[in-house]
């Protein structure tokens, strides 16, 4: 177990210096802004404000959050403190809400989108691929230029097909909105009910995305494998097929989980799409309003959490493989 | 007279291809082996070593498909059997095999231990995790391979030592005959001369009873089997004792392969003969007469112009030409 845990403190170093990285890249990279970064937001920011002592209250807002009168290593701390806080000051687009606000009304609903359909999408991907190489013949023959189109069609281009047929042509789904748009959330069963069905055009999008990728990765890894000559010796030692399509499908799918990490780490960018296309109120369509708006305190809470969300993920995976595949391990200690 | 352990008789196996040409890679092969003994097969890169191999083990799946011919594994006919329980009974249990690249023939995800509970209990279910650990742990330690391998994964062991490990895993069931198809060519010297040492201690300790060694290094086998079997182009072309075969070849090929190879025997090292000229005949479409013909430096119009029977000699050995071995040894002579 040695081996594994220097494996692990090598990776849980490397996490941390590039966390240090990304961190201190978002911190300075507003500081490098010309003139009084706070002047600058503040005067951006009051383009759209008619009320003076609004626009007052902000500016002492954010000079107290980015303490620009102190010297920079203060800042840095200050910076670390309202970070980890969940401080990130007000929203310039949507003022007076304050960024943390902001970001925790549409985070949910990006996860709540993304996450179940990258499993789905991944589950159900692998499971075709795997069969379309064990089988080949007839289904693989189907599945094949079916994951082809799907993976190839860009993300806009499913979403688009969805809402034109389901939404616009068979009225079966709304065409936009995380849920009917008189009516005010609450427990209710029809606010529940109207979640879910505007649910299901934006999750199915991505879900048949994800499927096509994973099954054509799946399916030629498996196919890579059941060629490997592990396969020719163990079925000449007399081991049954079954035992052996599991070696295969598990070196196989290990591949397929950097995929899967992949996903879930760049999940906000990755449905940007279909939330914009679907007018989905999540993360990535308010990231494009504020990048629209020039809102740069919500863009740059944004980008610290896109980035930290990537980090994680890619950690989660390395630790993750090296449990689980002997090779990287062997590779990394030589 | 000694017991037969694995005889093959008129044994014709094919590769179907993706265009559906038929290559024939083993023609109509013949061969014994005896309890006790070894037999080495010989042959150029491609003349259908390894497909012959796998052949003999009667269980056979896409693109190689058997034709015609019998196995019969110490007496017991298993050409008709049924393809599964050719596996459970015969593959790994009574007939073992090391494939030629030994090297990547171990999942690189399983525990050396853990493939070997699963050969285990392919054959003999009821057996505890317990005692296939003790059966693995005095095997190896029989063989002079170190127990701690049993907890690696293939990765982290040597190439030398994953070709040794490997020959331990198929050996574990102390199959009657054990197939090596060259288990010793991708490593070094000092590797290559354990790895011989091994195969030949597996017969030596009792743990197979007979083996058939592959190579295409006709010189190595004088050291290591019994008898020789020649092979070219699917078909035997020599059949008789090391001693014989290396030192008295009969046919035109069995001695231009002696001369093509560089012989690490003490004295005869360095003298690297050219290469045999020309090229093997495609399988695909072999020619009708003599196979070799095309690179023979005695054939004549004759050996073109129909297929050659393989001849037995007095002797008992056996070679495949029209010119009958007096006369071979004749040219021989005149050569020097
Ligand atoms: N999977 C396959 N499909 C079609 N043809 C094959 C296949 N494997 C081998 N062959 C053909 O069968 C013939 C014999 O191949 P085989 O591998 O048995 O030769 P070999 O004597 O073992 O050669 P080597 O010394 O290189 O290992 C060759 O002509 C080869 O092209
Ligand atoms: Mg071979």
Same mark, same amino acid.
């Given at each position: 177990?040695?081996?594994?845990?220097?494996?692990?403190?090598?990776?849980?170093?490397?996490?941390?210096?590039?966390?240090?990285?990304?961190?201190?890249?978002?911190?300075? $990279?507003?500081?490098?802004?010309p003139?009084?970064?706070?002047?600058?937001?503040?005067?951006?920011?009051?383009?759209?404000?008619?009320?003076?002592?609004?626009?007052?209250?902000?500016?002492?807002?954010?000079?107290?959050?980015?303490?620009?009168?102190?010297?920079?290593?203060?800042?840095?701390?200050? +910076?670390?403190?309202?970070?980890?806080? /969940?401080?990130?000051?007000?929203?310039?687009?949507?003022?007076?809400?304050?960024?943390?606000?902001?970001?925790?009304?549409?985070?949910?609903?990006?996860?709540?989108?993304?996450?179940?359909?990258?499993?789905?999408?991944?589950?159900?991907?692998?499971?075709?691929?795997?069969?379309?190489?064990?089988?080949?013949? /007839?289904?693989?023959?189907?599945?094949?230029?079916?994951?082809?189109?799907?993976?190839?069609?860009?993300?806009?281009?499913?979403?688009?097909?969805?809402?034109?047929?389901?939404?616009?042509?068979?009225?079966?789904?709304p065409?936009?909105?995380? +849920?009917?748009?008189?009516?005010?959330?609450?427990?209710?069963?029809?606010?529940v009910?109207?979640?879910?069905?505007?649910?299901? $055009?934006?999750?199915?999008?991505?879900?048949?995305?994800t499927?096509?990728?994973?099954?054509?990765?799946?399916?030629?890894?498996?196919?890579?494998?059941?060629?490997?000559?592990?396969?020719?010796?163990?079925?000449? $030692?007399?081991?049954?097929?079954?035992?052996?399509?599991?070696?295969?499908?598990?070196?196989?799918?290990?591949?397929?989980?950097?995929?899967?990490?992949?996903?879930?780490?760049?999940?906000?960018?990755?449905?940007?799409?279909?939330?914009?296309?679907?007018?989905?109120?999540?993360?990535?369509?308010?990231?494009?309003?504020?990048?629209?708006?020039?809102?740069?305190?919500?863009?740059?809470?944004?980008?610290?959490?896109?980035?930290?969300?990537?980090?994680?993920?890619?950690?989660?995976?390395?630790?993750?493989?090296?449990?689980?595949?002997?090779?990287?391990?062997?590779?990394?200690?030589? | 007279?000694?017991k037969?352990? *694995?005889?093959?008789?008129?044994?014709?196996?094919?590769?179907?291809?993706?265009?559906?040409?038929?290559?024939?890679?083993?023609?109509?092969?013949?061969?014994?082996? =005896?309890?006790?003994?070894?037999?080495?097969?010989?042959?150029?890169?491609?003349?259908?070593?390894?497909?012959?191999?796998l052949?003999?083990?009667?269980?056979?799946?896409?693109? *190689?498909?058997?034709?015609?011919?019998?196995?019969?594994?110490?007496?017991?006919?298993?050409?008709?059997?049924?393809p599964?329980?050719?596996?459970?009974?015969?593959?790994?249990?009574?007939?073992?095999?090391?494939?030629?690249?030994?090297?990547?023939?171990?999942?690189?995800?399983?525990?050396?231990?853990?493939?070997?509970?699963?050969?285990?209990?392919?054959?003999?279910?009821?057996?505890?995790?317990?005692?296939?650990? =003790?059966?693995?742990?005095?095997?190896?330690?029989?063989?002079?391979?170190?127990?701690?391998?049993?907890?690696?994964?293939?990765?982290?062991?040597?190439?030398?030592?994953?070709?040794?490990?490997?020959?331990?895993?198929?050996?574990?069931?102390? !199959?009657?005959?054990?197939?090596?198809?060259?288990?010793?060519?991708?490593?070094?010297?000092?590797?290559?001369?354990?790895?011989?040492?091994?195969?030949?201690?597996?017969?030596?300790?009792?743990?197979?009873?007979?083996?058939?060694?592959i190579?295409?290094?006709?010189?190595?086998?004088?050291?290591?089997?019994?008898?020789?079997?020649v092979?070219?182009?699917?078909?035997?072309?020599e059949?008789?004792?090391?001693?014989?075969?290396?030192?008295?070849?009969?046919?035109?090929?069995?001695?231009?392969?002696?001369?093509?190879?560089?012989?690490p025997?003490?004295?005869?090292?360095?003298?690297?003969?050219?290469?045999?000229?020309?090229?093997?005949?495609?399988?695909?479409?072999? !020619?009708?007469?003599?196979?070799f013909?095309?690179?023979?430096?005695?054939?004549?119009?004759?050996?073109?112009?129909?297929?050659?029977? *393989?001849?037995e000699?007095?002797?008992?050995?056996?070679y495949?030409?029209?010119? !009958?071995?007096?006369?071979?040894?004749? *040219?021989?002579?005149?050569?020097?």
């Amino acid at each position: 177990m040695k081996g594994y845990r220097d494996y692990f403190l090598k990776k849980l170093a490397w996490f941390v210096v590039t966390v240090v990285v990304a961190f201190t890249l978002n911190f300075i $990279l507003p500081r490098l802004m010309p003139g009084d970064p706070v002047a600058a937001i503040v005067a951006r920011m009051a383009q759209g404000m008619s009320n003076a002592t609004g626009v007052q209250a902000v500016y002492e807002q954010y000079t107290e959050l980015f303490a620009t009168d102190q010297p920079l290593l203060n800042q840095y701390v200050i +910076y670390l403190r309202n970070v980890l806080n /969940g401080d990130f000051g007000y929203s310039i687009s949507q003022y007076p809400r304050t960024v943390a606000d902001v970001i925790s009304a549409s985070i949910w609903w990006t996860i709540a989108l993304q996450f179940p359909a990258i499993i789905v999408g991944w589950i159900v991907g692998n499971t075709l691929g795997a069969l379309a190489a064990y089988l080949r013949k /007839g289904f693989d023959k189907v599945l094949l230029p079916v994951s082809l189109f799907l993976s190839n069609l860009p993300a806009f281009g499913m979403a688009t097909i969805l809402l034109v047929i389901f939404a616009v042509n068979l009225r079966w789904f709304p065409t936009s909105g995380g +849920y009917d748009y008189a009516m005010v959330p609450s427990a209710s069963w029809e606010f529940v009910w109207s979640v879910i069905v505007h649910y299901q $055009l934006p999750f199915w999008s991505i879900v048949l995305i994800t499927i096509g990728g994973q099954a054509i990765g799946m399916r030629s890894m498996a196919i890579y494998e059941l060629n490997a000559d592990y396969v020719k010796y163990a079925r000449f $030692l007399g081991i049954k097929d079954s035992k052996i399509i599991r070696y295969v499908f598990r070196n196989a799918m290990l591949p397929q989980i950097t995929g899967l990490a992949l996903s879930i780490g760049t999940m906000v960018s990755g449905a940007l799409v279909a939330e914009i296309i679907f007018s989905y109120p999540g993360l990535g369509s308010t990231t494009l309003s504020a990048v629209l708006g020039g809102d740069y305190p919500l863009i740059s809470a944004t980008t610290l959490i896109i980035t930290f969300m990537a980090l994680i993920a890619f950690f989660a995976l390395e630790i993750l493989y090296g449990l689980i595949d002997p090779r990287i391990k062997a590779a990394q200690s030589g | 007279m000694a017991k037969t352990v *694995l005889e093959v008789r008129e044994l014709t196996t094919r590769y179907i291809t993706r265009f559906r040409e038929s290559i024939y890679a083993v023609d109509h092969v013949s061969l014994k082996v =005896d309890e006790g003994r070894s037999l080495g097969i010989a042959g150029e890169s491609g003349c259908g070593k390894s497909t012959l191999a796998l052949s003999l083990m009667g269980y056979y799946f896409p693109p *190689l498909y058997y034709t015609s011919g019998q196995i019969i594994v110490d007496e017991r006919n298993i050409t008709g059997m049924d393809p599964d329980d050719v596996r459970k009974t015969i593959l790994g249990n009574e007939v073992s095999y090391i494939p030629q690249a030994a090297m990547n023939a171990l999942n690189p995800t399983r525990r050396v231990i853990n493939f070997i509970e699963d050969v285990i209990q392919a054959h003999r279910p009821e057996t505890t995790k317990r005692e296939i650990y =003790d059966m693995a742990r005095e095997r190896f330690e029989l063989l002079g391979l170190p127990p701690e391998v049993l907890e690696k994964f293939p990765v982290e062991l040597s190439g030398g030592m994953k070709q040794r490990t490997v020959i331990a895993t198929s050996v574990i069931l102390s !199959p009657k005959v054990l197939v090596a198809d060259e288990p010793s060519s991708a490593l070094d010297v000092t590797s290559q001369k354990m790895v011989i040492k091994m195969v030949m201690d597996l017969m030596e300790k009792g743990i197979i009873k007979a083996l058939v060694f592959i190579t295409h290094e006709l010189p190595l086998l004088y050291n290591v089997t019994d008898d020789i079997m020649v092979m070219y182009a699917g078909q035997v072309v020599e059949r008789g004792t090391a001693q014989e075969t290396v030192f008295d070849p009969i046919h035109p090929y069995t001695r231009a392969l002696m001369g093509s190879i560089i012989v690490p025997e003490a004295g005869l090292r360095g003298v690297k003969l050219a290469a045999i000229p020309g090229t093997p005949p495609n399988l695909k479409r072999p !020619p009708s007469g003599c196979r070799f013909a095309e690179r023979c430096k005695y054939a004549m119009p004759e050996c073109r112009a129909a297929s050659v029977d *393989l001849h037995e000699t007095k002797a008992g050995r056996a070679y495949r030409c029209i010119i !009958p071995e007096e006369d071979l040894r004749r *040219l021989y002579k005149n050569e020097q």
